[in-house]
């Protein structure tokens, strides 16, 4: 069975920072890249960070460069993002998703076709 697993989401004061988590199972992470998407209340979903399979590209969104790092432990099958200096409007839904298309090579954030989904992570950014 296919799984995406996200957890480390919270309520945290504006210049706090968060780790997030995502452990997958039912297929093989190695071969896959790992993207992470938020939506917002009543806002379309936004890429937030994207990690290749092999080499390890990353991609990141502007409005999250230099605050976020999204990072891989294949042999604990988990994908993390690190956000740090969180904003107000970093408040969202966070979910990761799977690509498997040419192994989890070519996948950018702007390429990303999801295979698989997480359930989402709530973080809040409240003072």
């Known amino acids: 069975q296919v799984q995406l697993v996200e957890s480390g989401g919270g309520l945290v004061q504006p210049g706090g920072s968060l780790r997030l988590s995502c452990v997958v199972s039912?297929?093989?992470?190695?071969?896959?890249?790992i993207g992470w998407f938020r939506q917002a209340p009543g806002k379309e979903r936004e890429g937030v960070s994207c990690?290749?399979?092999?080499?390890?590209?990353?991609y990141y969104a502007d409005s999250v460069k230099g605050r976020f790092t999204i990072s891989r432990d294949n042999s604990k099958n988990t994908v993390y993002m690190q956000m740090n200096s969180l904003k107000p409007e970093d408040t969202a839904v966070y979910y990761c998703?799977?690509?498997?298309?040419?192994?989890?090579?070519?996948?950018?954030?702007?390429?990303?076709?999801?295979?698989?989904w997480g359930q989402g992570t709530q973080v809040t950014v409240s003072s």
């Open positions: 990690i290749s399979s092999s080499d390890d590209n990353t």
């Open positions: 039912g297929f093989p992470l190695d071969y896959y890249a």
């Open positions: 998703a799977a690509d498997g298309r040419d192994m989890g090579t070519t996948a950018t954030l702007t390429t990303f076709v999801d295979d698989y």
